[in-house]
């Protein structure tokens, strides 16, 4: 039970942490490119916990399976994920991006399957079912603004490629302590998304920092990167992967409460009632009992 507590708590805090940073994100990227500002959130990520890492001098990984298993994360979550996520957007709108992306646990559950044999039961598909039409209930149906359907596809790649980190995580965690993966694939995601960077600085006439450019650029590493991938990455840990998936739905939900607390948009009733499908949904997944239990 404790470990249910812990790994729910942690879940929480990073879906919630990056629902909340579209605010951040909302005025940063006035200023800074979003390949620059990922590159960015890497390099601040990275020398925060390789920091930790050398503080609680843990040695870095040796061993070449090790390192497979870190790349993967790093290039499949960390960068193709996050790469489709930006250029899906760019192509569709955010609105539908939200929709889509809110696919992904319904892929964790079935890699989970696929490649962690979790069983699928009425209570885990029922509980995915109410968080899932929470969600649709919260952002809705209807777009104000154009879509593609390249957009879209790359979206549901986005989908596709975090479901396939979050369970690619929870393998490697067998081997490696939490820390050590978030550490090693976020310095193979700064790698990797270096290229794309110096491409972007090609395409962008002029970047502009401020003080406050510069405290949400730092807060967008520490917090929202080094913090929220550990967070997530430790709660996939501890819980199913198929039930650790769900947390995921408070992402939007946050955002959209951080966005009337901040930015002045307006909630409507659906924003209420969409919520209470995504915790009931999480709560009868969470509390589902064990068979030692009855």
Same mark, same amino acid.
């Given at each position: 039970?404790?470990? *249910?507590?812990?790994?729910?708590l942690?879940?929480?805090l ?5 629902g ?5 994100s ?5 200023? %800074?490119?979003?390949?620059?500002l990922?590159?960015?959130?890497? +390099? ?6 390789w920091?930790?890492?050398r503080?609680?001098?843990?040695? =870095?990984p040796?061993e070449?399976e090790n ?10 979550g960390y960068?193709?994920?996050?790469s489709l996520?930006?250029?899906? =957007?760019k ?5 539908t ?6 696919? =992904? ?6 890699? +989970?399957?696929?490649m962690?044999?979790?069983?699928m =039961? ?9 968080? *899932?039409a ?9 777009g104000?603004? *154009?879509?593609s ?9 986005a989908?596709v490629t975090?479901?396939l980190?979050?369970?690619l995580?929870?393998? +490697?965690?067998a081997r490696?302590?939490?820390l050590?993966?978030? *550490?090693?694939a ?7 998304t270096t ?6 600085w ?5 970047v ?7 405290l949400g650029v730092?807060?967008?590493?520490? %917090?929202?990167? +080094?913090g ?5 990455n ?8 198929s039930?650790?998936?769900? /947390?995921?739905?408070?992402q ?5 409460l /951080? ?6 948009e307006?909630?409507? %009733?659906?924003?209420?009632?969409g919520?209470?499908f995504?915790?009931?949904g ?5 509390f589902?009992?064990?068979?030692s239990? %009855?």
């Amino acid at each position: 039970m404790k470990q *249910t507590f812990f790994g729910s708590l942690y879940l929480s805090l990073a879906a919630s942490i990056w629902g909340g940073m579209y605010v951040v994100s909302k005025y940063v990227l006035d200023y %800074v490119p979003p390949f620059t500002l990922v590159w960015l959130r890497y +390099a601040i990520a990275f020398f925060v916990l390789w920091a930790i890492l050398r503080l609680k001098r843990i040695p =870095t990984p040796k061993e070449k399976e090790n390192w497979k298993h870190i790349i993967s994360i790093g290039i499949v979550g960390y960068v193709v994920s996050i790469s489709l996520q930006f250029v899906g =957007t760019k192509w569709s709108d955010a609105h539908t991006a939200s929709l889509i992306t809110s696919a =992904t646990p319904a892929f964790i559950v079935i890699f +989970a399957r696929w490649m962690l044999n979790e069983a699928m =039961t009425l209570r885990k598909l029922s509980a995915l079912l109410l968080a *899932t039409a929470g969600v649709v209930v919260v952002v809705g149906f209807g777009g104000e603004e *154009t879509t593609s359907f390249f957009g879209n596809v790359l979206l549901v790649g986005a989908a596709v490629t975090w479901a396939l980190l979050s369970v690619l995580v929870k393998i +490697a965690s067998a081997r490696l302590s939490v820390l050590v993966i978030t *550490t090693y694939a976020i310095f193979v995601a700064f790698i990797g998304t270096t290229p794309l960077m110096v491409w972007e600085w090609w395409q962008v006439a002029s970047v502009t920092f401020s003080f406050p450019v510069v405290l949400g650029v730092i807060y967008l590493g520490v %917090v929202s990167t +080094a913090g929220a991938f550990f967070l997530w990455n430790k709660g996939m840990e501890m819980m199913d992967a198929s039930v650790g998936s769900l /947390f995921f739905f408070f992402q939007p939900l946050v955002g959209s409460l /951080f966005g009337w607390l901040f930015l002045h948009e307006q909630l409507h %009733v659906s924003f209420w009632i969409g919520g209470a499908f995504i915790i009931v949904g999480v709560i009868v997944a969470v509390f589902e009992r064990k068979p030692s239990d %009855v």
